[in-house]
């Protein structure tokens, strides 16, 4: 009998006991000891709300839609052009230049990290830097594409090279980074452009961290270096920038340059947006478009300084114990040598049990994250303070 077929490469896909794990462990704890408190510095979720420019905006938005004369119905597949036009302007701070029609707008970053590897055959390698968004190998599995996972190390910065021997066709950069926190400089992104270039491969530029980036001489977009416009497509979203991890609201810009074997990119990018999807809610866009105005840049990092403020208490303890880190100054997540020697599960119990700060081990992001420890700083400065007071408590030495 003739059955349906399903998608097999789901089954090569490793379930993910990482996120579970924790609350099992963190929740059979709080059960045991209910009147400990805990410290959740796991989180990668935003905890400040909306800015008041976004939601101003967002008000007016939906009055717009009650009354006939401003109400829209679809909007452009690819972005309005009100909406297109302020990250046209965003960019252009930085003296990169695109054209709206390189500009598209999205539900978030990780939509499009899965969305985007329709434009490729099956057949192209995927690169993954590890420790890794986990994000990047499931799609790249459930779309069967080879993987191979380049292993980065404290030596390196947890910011690898390429080399020759490397054969990949999609390579995914992330910076500033998740779960290190680690930032590619100039020079370490011209290699990797520069090694794209040479061997006809697709750099996928994350940059969904880069309002975090506090250091003058950080690159906050791959199009910032020389040669990207033929090699790279970048993935931003507003979730951490601008608190919309449940509001949604993205855009990924893909330059006109980028032709393989006769295709162009945009142009196919443009033909599966207006196939695949009817555009982002007018609403959404006209609070998101409220972020690139001078009041909204103002609010927007008037959040980002309070998780700042909390890498600053955190740091400033790992300081004290002399553990070393990665990250905590342009990105939102620090993350730390296990003391002891402790393996980074090893680490999550004993902070647990010793402190009740919850944080997220390192092997969770591949195996080269063994051994390190992340800890995220959207939590509340309340419990950031009392965390970082346990860990010197517990390791400081005198
Ligand atoms: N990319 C990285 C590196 C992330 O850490 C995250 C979320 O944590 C995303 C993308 C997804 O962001 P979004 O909320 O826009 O889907």
Redesign the pocket.
């Known amino acids: 009998m003739k059955m349906l077929k399903p998608n097999k490469h789901y089954q090569n896909l490793k379930d993910s006991y990482l996120f579970y794990n924790i609350a099992q462990k963190t929740n059979a704890y709080q059960a045991a000891h209910p009147d400990q408190k805990m410290l959740r510095l796991g989180i990668?979720d935003v905890t400040l709300p909306l800015c008041d420019a976004v939601i101003q905006a967002l008000h007016q938005a939906v009055d717009d839609q009650a009354n006939k004369p401003t109400f829209h119905g679809y909007m452009p597949e690819c972005g309005a052009p009100f909406f297109l036009e302020a990250v046209q302007q965003y960019y252009a701070k930085r003296q990169i230049n695109l054209d709206t029609s390189e500009i598209f707008v999205s539900s978030?970053?990780?939509?499009e990290?899965g969305d985007i590897l329709d434009l490729f055959a099956e057949e192209n390698t995927a690169l993954v830097i590890e420790p890794a968004?986990p994000?990047y190998v499931d799609a790249n599995i459930m779309a069967n594409h080879p993987l191979i996972h380049l292993n980065s190390s404290q030596e390196n910065g947890f910011t690898p090279l390429p080399d020759d021997s490397l054969e990949a066709d999609i390579i995914y950069l992330?910076s500033p980074n998740?779960p290190t926190g680690a930032v590619f400089s100039h020079e370490k992104l011209k290699a990797w452009v520069d090694y794209a270039n040479q061997h006809h491969s697709l750099i996928l530029f994350?940059a969904?961290?880069e309002a975090f980036i506090e250091e003058e001489n950080v690159p906050h977009s791959i199009f910032e270096i020389e040669g990207s416009r033929t090699c790279a497509i970048e993935i931003c979203?507003l979730?951490?920038t601008a608190g919309f991890?449940g509001t949604r609201c993205?855009y990924t810009i893909i330059p006109k340059e980028l032709n393989f074997e006769g295709m162009n990119l945009n142009a196919m990018w443009v033909r599966n947006r207006t196939t695949k999807t009817n555009g982002i809610s007018y609403i959404l866009q006209r609070g998101a478009a409220a972020v690139f105005t001078e009041e909204g840049q103002r609010q927007i990092k008037a959040n980002i300084e309070t998780y700042k403020a909390n890498a600053r208490t955190l740091m400033a303890a790992l300081d004290a114990c002399g553990i070393w880190y990665c990250g905590g100054h342009n990105a939102p997540y620090i993350f730390m040598r296990c003391p002891n020697n402790m393996t980074s599960w090893e680490c999550f119990d004993y902070l647990l049990e010793k402190a009740q700060i919850i944080g997220t081990p390192g092997a969770g992001f591949g195996q080269c994250g063994e051994g390190y420890f992340r800890l995220s700083t959207f939590g509340s400065p309340e419990d950031t303070r009392e965390a970082a007071k346990r860990l010197m408590t517990l390791f400081k030495k005198d």
Not at 108 to 111: P, R
């Open positions: 990668g978030g970053a990780s939509d990290l968004y994000a992330c998740n994350d969904a961290y979203s979730s951490k991890t993205g």
